[in-house]
């Protein structure tokens, strides 16, 4: 049971820190520190989920101590750089805690899968919500940290488009390999590549080339991992 525990735990801590935060609110962390509300909204708010995924009454001390690590170490983040580096640190840290709460919480307690929802479910709805904006936000500090740069014909359009494309890519992989479908994977990047063949502008080939392999090698892990399951 410590796995899907675990998952329910990681499913609400990926909404938290991901799904239910704007760059408004990781702004403030950063800048303004301890001293920003934003990260007491959000400590409140990794409490609130964690207790709701146990789905059991008695865990309320355990989504405390959740969200009480959780601020701390958040906190701690706010005073380093914003790098891929200290974003894996960040996110090992977080996911560690979670894993030692359940252990401990079903050393002395009994856990149900909640309404009878199958393991692979669960693996199902993080794996989703990982392809999601926490893909997002790696590959772009990746794409920073070896300074592969958005090209400058394509500053002012943002990173939104290429979110959405890399979601929907990332999506479709996921199902491909969940269905073994690889013939179908290797369509879509055979399709993708094609749509870059004319593309003369090295700086913009290297940046798509690179965040698109980058977005297939989550996907297909995520999609592995489920598969374990």
């Known amino acids: 049971m410590w796995v899907e525990l675990f998952l329910c735990l990681l499913l609400a801590h990926l909404m938290a820190d991901f799904a ?33 995924a146990s789905f059991h009454l008695d865990f309320w001390w355990c989504a405390l101590v959740i969200a009480v690590m959780h601020f701390a170490i958040d906190i701690w983040k ?14 090992v ?20 899968v909640p309404l009878g929802v199958g393991t692979k479910y669960i693996a199902l709805l993080v794996a989703i919500v990982v392809c999601w904006k926490p893909a997002n ?22 990173f939104n488009a290429g979110a959405l494309i890399g979601n929907l890519e990332r999506w479709l992989i996921l199902a491909f390999v969940i269905m073994q479908r690889y013939e179908a994977l290797g369509l879509l990047i055979a399709a993708k590549s094609i749509i870059r063949f004319g593309d003369k502008e090295t700086a913009k080939t290297e940046y798509v080339l690179a965040g698109t392999l980058m977005s297939i090698f989550i996907a297909v892990l995520a999609g592995l991992m489920v598969m374990l399951f």
């Open 20 to 52: 239910l935060q704007t760059s408004k609110s990781c702004k403030s962390k950063r800048e303004k520190k301890w001293r920003s509300g934003w990260h007491y909204v959000h400590a409140a708010m990794v409490f609130v989920l964690s207790w709701l």
């Open 78 to 91: 706010s005073y380093r750089e914003e790098n891929v580096k200290w974003f894996v640190v960040d996110q």
């Open 93 to 112: 840290l977080h996911i560690a805690i979670l894993g030692v709460v359940a252990w401990q919480w079903l050393r002395f307690n009994e856990w149900i």
């Open 137 to 158: 936000i790696f590959i772009k500090l990746m794409l920073k940290h070896y300074s592969v740069n958005v090209p400058d014909a394509h500053t002012d359009t943002g």
